[in-house]
């Protein structure tokens, strides 16, 4: 069982960055593969990116390529996501997941955390 907190969101200006941690308990949490997922309101839950379990594959949404950065520190159990250059459509909340594999489908990631809200004004 793997349990997921995430942290770091907040209301932010267009063009500034923040860092969301994904904070993992149990023992297991290296044989995961983490993925960071969003959702505005009245829209769907969509990929952002995701890592593998000992963080040497990387995969991004090409909304946010180039712009966020996905890492992992399995010694702390923990993952972040680095976003810079924010815009008013990256405004959502954040969500942190845990799977097998990599993947994108939101319906593989067995663990999930509360949210956390990023907010992104013009």
């Known amino acids: 069982q793997v349990r997921l907190v995430e942290s770091g969101g907040g209301l932010v200006q267009a063009g500034d960055s923040l860092r969301l941690s994904c904070a993992a308990s149990?023992?297991?949490?290296?044989?995961?593969?983490v993925g960071w997922f969003r959702q505005a309101p009245g829209k769907e839950r969509e990929f952002v990116s995701a890592i593998s379990g000992r963080g040497s594959m990387t995969d991004y949404a090409d909304s946010v390529k180039g712009r966020f950065t996905i890492s992992r520190d399995n010694a702390k159990s923990t993952v972040h996501l680095q976003m810079n250059s924010l815009n008013p459509e990256d405004t959502a909340v954040y969500y942190c997941?845990?799977?097998?594999?990599?993947?994108?489908?939101?319906?593989?990631?067995?663990?999930w955390g509360q949210g956390t809200q990023v907010t992104v004004s013009s």
């Open positions: 997941a845990a799977s097998i594999g990599m993947v994108r489908l939101p319906d593989r990631y067995v663990h």
């Open positions: 149990g023992s297991t949490f290296s044989t995961y593969a």
